[in-house]
DNA sequence: CAGAATCATAGCCAACAATATATGGTTTTC
DNA sequence: GAAAACCATATATTGTTGGCTATGATTCTG
């Protein structure tokens, strides 16, 4: 009973709504024979009667009251399906998740404003985790796109830097060489540094430049958290190196401030990243593009 | 769009279900690359992705998950729909809707009761109606059978005799031939009548038999109701003809008694009629065939 | 790392769905 | 009663579906 087919519902559902066999062949567009044809099989693979011609009037049996029913609910929702389908392609709904590391809250929400409302029928989610949770969440692809500051050497992913990310080394407001221009790296490499913890991609970076200077890094806090490091900075408990994008750029930082050490801002990048094979959704392709459009107009480090 | 076909579906479904190509195959008995096949056509056909494999494990796209959704809605209906259609051929559910004459309803009531109990899930509607009403349902294709005394001579019905339907002389309890055996037609002639109107099939009756054996019939009175009649009968007012099935038969009548004249009781029968080509439901001809079997137990004035 | 499991692709084929045209029989309508 | 409308049947054709086998690529699992 497998074997009706959706065209012989379609066909039996002209039927029964016009109840004339040729005026469902018009509506149709096919020629009379074809309906009466197709009817018959139906009859046939049902094994019931479901319509009855009286003179040449056209009954449903109960057998083809209920078909109706059920083809009519069948043929609704699968119009709104196609109208879902017509909507995801066309923009007009749909869903973008995002999953990005902690320190892009500070700019990632500003350039998704412009996106919503220009495609305000799509939502989104932006989930803000640490870099672990981030890599479980790519593993189990439960998102659509990963936002970090060092994408994964796995080549089961692709990833491309659409963003500046320069670190900045910082100093309490009122250290010593916060007027000085052209800072020698050995100027500041005696200084105690407040960082992140091991792992953490700046804190990365860091050890690499004080390695190739041949400078030991001297580490006197380890601080979880961007804003506990900029506090403790300004406290005078020590220099650092943050992301810039870390620092609030509307409201000027009163109490710290960048220090132009020779080789800073260190130039690294924030990458788009997603799984390699996954075939990405219109919506996760738009706005990707959005992105690159936009990018000018966002990235406050833009070498224009 | 609409090219989509259900076995394509019925391949998504198992595919989404089970998150796995092959053990779809497996569970639709085919074998794995015609699963692939099916889903690529799907996709083709509906234009966006629907499954995303990362690694090896199966994912569904939004999209995807539209169309499970609709289509396990879709195969749920379906099954309810073969459900019934199963249910309406094992007769575990249905309708039969009769549309009989008036008089019927001194038998017919006690020939569904049997047929119910055996079929507590058929639901029957039994619309006692005179004959013309019963005519322009028949015309409207209303019911699924009729049972009437004279079939239409219309080409258009099919009829069969399924009940002797005699008709008796009646007289008051104590008219003087009451106690006589093989009274002569000659002896009842000449009494006046008390009949139904012109039209009626027993008033045609016995106008023929009057007709044949040469005398006027002198007609009293006209009543629209048996029972009408009978209490005329029984007031003195005059004798009468009518169908046997009129008296109850439980209750013996107390005030009427029925005379035994030659010619008489005038043998006739109930018709089961039905349009021609209208294709019965299984439930009606099991009907059919349930009176046929049953007959003799419920036929009061069965020849056995 | 080897083997097992899983999915994709290619190429082929039988079966069938879907359709048209031509024609004939009823029924309805004028 | 003739014409028109309507549905059924017969037959031929065409494209597509649904299926298989064989093989290759990738990923997962001991």
Known sequence: MMRV???QLQVFEAVARLRSYSRAADEIHVAQPTVSKQIRLLHEEIGL?????????VFLTQAGEELYATCSAWLDSWGRFEQTIADLKGLKQGRLSIAAVTTTKYFMPRMLGPFCSQYPGIDISLEVVNRDRLLERMAQNQDDLYVMG???EDIST????????????LAPQFH??????????SEVAHEQFILREHGSGTRLAVEKVFEERGFPLRVKMELGSNEAIKQAVAGGLGLSVLSKST????????????????????????????????QLSVVAKTFMEFLKQHIDLLNPYGSR
């Open 247 to 278: 620092l609030n750029l509307d409201a000027t930082q009163r109490d710290i401030a960048i220090l132009d050490v020779d080789g800073f801002p260190i130039k690294r990048y924030w990458y788009l990243v997603r799984p390699r094979d996954k």
């Open 176 to 185: 010593p060489l916060v007027a000085k221009r052209n800072i020698q790296f």
């Open 158 to 169: 692709q990833s491309e830097p659409f963003l500046e990310n320069p670190l900045v080394v």
């Open 5 to 7: 087919t959706m065209r």
């Open 150 to 152: 060092i994408p994964p």
């Open 49 to 57: 009667p479901l319509i009855e011609l009286i003179g040449k009037k």
